[in-house]
């Protein structure tokens, strides 16, 4: 059974830093698209980042050079590096599996975590 548990979330101040960990288990990260995903709240979920199964990575422009996507392959986690926080990356953060689509565009997403929220306020 897949499973995905994230974790890290918290209050932050804008400027700040965080780390999200996802700890993925009834499958490997070795050749698995992952991505990160997020929901503010009253809107739609949000792609935010990904890594395709040969570590190639990906980022929304709303993130790029501010949010690094990165695995430990041994351990089978997934995580991302939040900095220079901005309140409008307040949202809840989700990792999941990618069962299709193309980066940057519409992707599919066959297994979800239940979410971890990051808040971003003074």
């Known amino acids: 059974e897949v499973q995905l548990v994230e974790s890290g979330g918290a209050l932050v101040q804008p400027g700040g830093s965080l780390k999200l960990s996802c700890a993925a288990s009834g499958f490997t990260l070795n050749l698995t698209p992952m991505a990160w995903v997020r929901q503010a709240p009253g809107k739609g979920r949000e792609w935010v980042s990904g890594?395709?199964?040969?570590?190639?990575?990906y980022y929304a422009d709303s993130v790029k050079g501010r949010f690094t996507i990165s695995r430990d392959l041994p351990k089978n986690m997934l995580y991302l590096h939040l900095n220079s926080l901005k309140t409008e990356d307040t949202a809840m953060y989700y990792c999941?599996?990618?069962?299709?689509?193309?980066?940057?565009?519409?992707?599919?997403?066959?297994?979800w975590g239940q979410g971890t929220q990051v808040t971003v306020s003074s």
């Open positions: 890594i395709n199964g040969g570590g190639t990575t």
């Open positions: 999941a599996v990618v069962s299709g689509g193309r980066w940057n565009e519409h992707l599919e997403y066959s297994s």
